[in-house]
């Protein structure tokens, strides 16, 4: 199927309603592994972090990361969930090379969270409510390479690498029951639900979250059902989906997809798919296995989690104030709209806002560079804000060099540049490329007295009462010092010496 056998978004919506489940794997900031004692730090070579444990060698034992069952628990109570009294792992049994133990340690039907629900605001300032399934504790697999073939895929590879650094890495999964009734905003539904749950992971200080890192991603599930009735459809499911944006994008296709197969008499195959970012399109991958072809059995090898409630009650008492509520505080305090924040939110900027802030700069110069400049430099590199190298720190200060006037804007943007540029802190960046306005007062009367000898005509319009003509005397002034001078004060210097008021 190509992108031109859609049928129109307002057609399919017309006849059909959207049933979506979201299922999200994040990636945990723990030091090491679930099982075993290597490091998460995925910088070295291939296979440079790795034990027989993670390797699946014979004889070797996996113990359970108490951090990573700690960081399962938060996020669990941060969901509203009920965190189970008792709870096992399960071998989900698998054949294929990213997986060296032939299984994979997961979770099936004893998750350590389960039945809660996420609360996420609509660009309309409408809250959705998205009811959670479970939310379970796995691992990571490994990473393959095929080499040889046109697409990178396996189909046609001379060859494949295997990395097992990642193999073993915690991920929690979280499902969602079957979202119904978002109809036409189901694509927004599933982007803010993402957004959300990806603040919340942040705020619990579990994980960085960073979606184009692949520390978080999302399997969009999605089917469509005749308008009225109440049967689900069969789903397609859209496999490691990696940006708010793509969540969206992926939704909003493939109900356009399914509506075009269901209303030409087809029906559709449940199987996953992958998304593909140049076109928004989505292809098929493979048709879905049934949860009975792993052959998921318990553990024998690791002990049942028990957390005491004694334990749950302790970690409740440590999760923070909610992202959603923070943001409509934030939203009070910097006096902005529902649809501002949203942008912010979008683009990941609420905290890096916040510690600007914090950091001493006013809220509203705080989002200036970092919805304006900062933005702009991101998206020209590709990065999400937070991987910019500036911190809110130096953010704050450039802000503050502006607001006492030491630097004005166009000298900001080039403060901005040095320090992106690694040339080191605001103010060595303003001194190694002399950026200070020039504020000495008698520097400033000597160009202002030259551009009025030079502009004489000018000078005495301005002398007869024609003050508007002083705009052209601080242009002169500006050239002269190279944008550099206050430009607000070199207006005032202009109309002091020519003797009218300003
Ligand atoms: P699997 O591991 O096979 O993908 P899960 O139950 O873990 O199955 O996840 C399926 C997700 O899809 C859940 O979020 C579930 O609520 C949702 N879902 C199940 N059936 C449908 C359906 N017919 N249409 C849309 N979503 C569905
Ligand atoms: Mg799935
Ligand atoms: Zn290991």
Known sequence: MTVTDLVSYEDALAA?????GLEVHVELGTKTKMFCGCSTELKQDANSQTCPTCLGLPGSLPVVNATGVESAIKIGLALNCTIAEWCRFARKNYFYPDMPKNFQTSQYDEPIAFDGYLDVQLEDG??????????????????STHVGGATGRIHGARHSLLDYNRAGIPL?????????????????????????????????GVSEARMEMGQMRCDVNLSLRPNGTQKFGTRSETKNVNSLRSVERAARFEIQRHAAVLSSGGTIIQETRHFHEEDGSTTSGRVKEEAEDYRYFPEPDLVPVAPSREWVEELRATLPELPRLRRNRLREEWGISEHDMQSILNAGAVDLITATVDAGADSAAARKWWMGELARRANEDGVELAALAITPEQVARIAALVAEGSLNDKLARQTF????????????????????????????????????AANAAIADKIRGGKVAAAGALVGAVMKATRGQADAARVRELILEKLGVEG
């Open 16 to 20: 059909y309603d959207p049933v979506m």
């Open 126 to 143: 409408e809250v959705f409510r998205v009811e959670i399934e479970r939310a379970h504790m796995e691992e990571d697999t490994g990473k």
């Open 172 to 204: 929690i999964e979280i499902v969602t029951k079957p979202i119904e009734g978002a109809g036409e905003r189901a694509p927004e539904v599933a982007k803010a639900y993402v957004a959300e749950l990806r603040e919340l992971i942040k705020a619990l």
């Open 417 to 452: 540049e040095g320090v992106l540029a690694g040339e080191g802190d605001p103010d060595t960046v303003v001194e190694k490329r002399g950026l200070k306005v020039v504020s000495d007062e008698g520097a400033l009367g000597t160009a202002v007295d030259e551009a009025i």
